[in-house]
Nanobody, 126 residues
């Protein structure tokens, strides 16, 4: 059994910062990448950022590029999302996801991930 747990969400004013954390535990999932996704009310879940197991490869959605930074450690079982210059449009439930298969790439598609957390709410007020 694999558990994925996010933390760090909250309420922040526009222009502020938040740091999300995510830890995957359970059966060994070393050398497998992780990603962050988000879902706003009435919208589909969308890709935010991903990182491969070594941290050498990252990718970002255009909407967050230059404002958000993904990082990780623990052989790809812990990942962080530093969010700066937050905008009201960033308001959403943020989900962390973990791949089962190892690999050197970073994946943007929801279908590439096998394990998901329950999500953490991020609310940005104007």
């Amino acid at each position: 059994q694999v558990h994925v747990v996010e933390s760090g969400g909250g309420l922040v004013q526009a222009g502020g910062s938040l740091r999300l954390s995510c830890a995957a535990s359970g059966r060994s999932l070393n050398r497998a990448g992780m990603g962050w996704f988000r879902q706003a009310p009435g919208k589909e879940r969308e890709f935010v950022a991903c990182i491969n197991w070594s941290g050498a490869t990252t990718s970002y959605a255009d909407s967050v590029k230059g404002r958000f930074t993904i990082s990780g450690d623990n052989a790809g079982n812990t990942v962080y999302l530093q969010m700066n210059s937050l905008e009201p449009e960033d308001t959403a439930v943020y989900y962390c996801a973990k791949r089962q298969m190892h690999g050197s790439l970073c994946y943007r598609a929801i279908a590439e991930y096998d394990y998901w957390g329950q999500g953490t709410q991020v609310t940005v007020s104007s």
